[in-house]
């Protein structure tokens, strides 16, 4: 059974900066965070290859978030810069045997999700 949690989220003032952090048992996977607000379906932010040598970003966020990993720590992290009221969601950290870009149905585990608030 792989385990995917993640950690990190809460209330950020808009303009700010928030740092998740994702860590999943097992082996080294793809990896790749998405979000959902309420209301709205799931959406892809950002993957990142098990190497970490390849990255993908959702138009949304590209320039404003950042994906990353520390293999020897097994984490991968969404560093949020200039948080927007609209960033307001859970988001979700996801493992993958194939893929670090945005089809999510590649993706294999999941954890929980946390909130993340962006308040204006």
């Known amino acids: 059974q792989v385990h995917v949690r993640e950690s990190g989220g809460g209330l950020v003032q808009a303009g700010g900066s928030l740092r998740l952090s994702c860590v999943a048992s097992?082996?080294?996977?793809?990896m790749g965070w998405f979000r959902q607000a309420s209301g709205k379906e799931r959406e892809f932010l950002a993957g990142?290859?098990?190497?970490?040598?390849?990255?993908s970003y959702a138009d949304s966020v590209k320039g404003r978030f950042t994906i990353s990993r520390d293999n020897a720590k097994n984490s991968v992290s969404l560093q949020m810069d200039s948080a927007q009221p609209d960033d307001t969601a859970v988001y979700s950290c996801?493992?993958?045997?194939?893929?670090?870009?945005?089809?999510?149905?590649?993706?294999?585990?999941w954890g929980q999700g946390i909130q993340v608030t962006v308040s204006s």
């Open positions: 996801a493992a993958s045997n194939v893929t670090w870009r945005s089809c999510q149905h590649r993706y294999d585990y």
């Open positions: 097992g082996r080294t996977y793809h």
């Open positions: 990142i290859s098990a190497s970490g040598g390849q990255t």
